[in-house]
């Protein structure tokens, strides 16, 4: 293996590293918003940029990992494997699944970009894909090098996978336990009790008059 590919393996490992790192916490900070959830010193709207610069970090270190695992001789990734699931002669499963969390990437950007032309409702079910691009993507990064199966690296992808289930956890329990408005409304008006007599301004001036 030359130095320039031995060079490049390492980018490439890195970077699926850093891009396994800032997608994790990507998806919390969503998770974090779409409940209302903020972090210690920020605020509402605080989170919701902080969300979005990760995002875009995000997708800025997936874009050179895909550029230098297609760069890199020792394998051969072309650049339609990159898009195009399972076509890659190296690997065409694992490599398909990162494919495919490369696609659900590029359609949540995309959508992103043209929101105010296709509607709130039709972007959120759209952005909805990124919660399944991150599960996809980390299969394909333990499918696709050995690096996370064992070691720091094994503890890395666990401690992330945790932590995501445990906010989904948490994000589901809340939402459980909150009350509908439609159910709420009803409840507060068959509590109410409702007013005897006449109102007390009336029996003022009934006393006054006497």
Do not use: N
Not at 22 to 29: D, P, R, S, Y
Not at 34 to 42: A, K, M, V
Not at 145 to 152: A, I, T
Request: with cysteine.
């Amino acid at each position: 293996m030359h130095s320039s590919s031995i060079a490049l393996w390492y980018a490439s490992r890195a970077t699926g590293i850093v891009c396994l790192v800032l997608t994790t916490t990507a998806v919390l900070l969503g998770l974090l918003v779409s409940r209302q959830g903020r972090l210690p010193g920020l605020p509402r709207f605080g989170v919701v940029h902080l969300h979005r610069y990760v995002s875009l970090l995000a997708v800025g270190f997936v874009v050179v990992h895909i550029l230098t695992a297609i760069v890199d001789s020792y394998v051969s990734i072309s650049v339609a494997a990159a898009v195009i699931p399972f076509v890659s002669a190296y690997k065409p499963f694992w490599l398909g699944l990162g494919a495919v969390s490369i696609d659900l990437m590029a359609a949540v950007i995309v959508t992103s970009l043209i929101r105010g032309r296709i509607g709130r409702k039709t972007w959120r079910a759209v952005h909805w894909l990124a919660y399944a691009a991150w599960p996809i993507a980390v299969a394909h990064s333990i499918g696709s090098g050995p690096d996370l199966r064992s070691g720091p690296l094994l503890g890395l992808t666990a401690g992330s996978a945790l932590a995501v289930l445990a906010l989904i956890g948490w994000r589901v329990a809340g939402s459980l336990r909150a009350t509908p408005r439609a159910e709420l409304v009803p409840t507060m008006l068959a509590t109410r009790e409702p007013p005897t007599g006449r109102p007390a301004r009336y029996e003022r001036i009934e006393t006054a008059r006497r």
